[in-house]
């Protein structure tokens, strides 16, 4: 079973570290008190829904993108997946063969 108390805490703080910003400027930038994302991150509360909603947003990602531990950069996926959906059939054709063929050289 999943602690998912303990997976949002470490996902905030991945997601937040990854950003290069402090728990101090992310509480501010959330429109709360100085020590609240130290207080999520820390163990002794949890965000509300409405919150975890704003925090998903202040990250530029989806509810989905948040619990998905897969993606290990899903600002980026976001915005790829974005400028991909303005492409025409044929770029996209190629955009998915380029991403194909730097898949295989990972293997």
């Given at each position: 079973?999943?602690?998912?108390?303990?997976?949002?805490?470490?996902?905030?703080?991945?997601?937040?570290?990854?950003?290069?910003?402090?728990?101090?400027?992310?509480?501010?930038?959330?429109?709360?008190?100085?020590?609240?994302?130290?207080?999520?991150?820390?163990?002794?509360?949890?965000?509300?829904?409405?919150?975890?909603?704003?925090?998903?947003?202040?990250?530029?990602?989806?509810?989905?993108?948040?619990f998905?531990?897969?993606?290990?950069?899903?600002?980026?996926?976001?915005?790829?997946?974005?400028?991909?959906?303005?492409?025409?059939?044929?770029?996209?054709?190629?955009?998915?063969?380029?991403?194909?063929?730097?898949s295989?050289?990972?293997?």
């Open positions: 079973m999943v602690d998912y108390t303990t997976y949002i805490r470490e996902r905030i703080t991945e997601l937040r570290m990854r950003r290069g910003v402090s728990e101090y400027q992310m509480s501010l930038a959330l429109g709360q008190n100085r020590n609240y994302i130290q207080g999520i991150t820390s163990g002794k509360a949890l965000p509300s829904m409405g919150q975890f909603l704003n925090i998903c947003e202040y990250f530029e990602i989806t509810p989905m993108q948040f998905d531990g897969r993606g290990l950069y899903p600002e980026l996926v976001r915005k790829a997946m974005d400028s991909m959906c303005e492409l025409n059939d044929s770029d996209m054709l190629l955009v998915l063969n380029l991403i194909s063929r730097l295989r050289q990972q293997d």
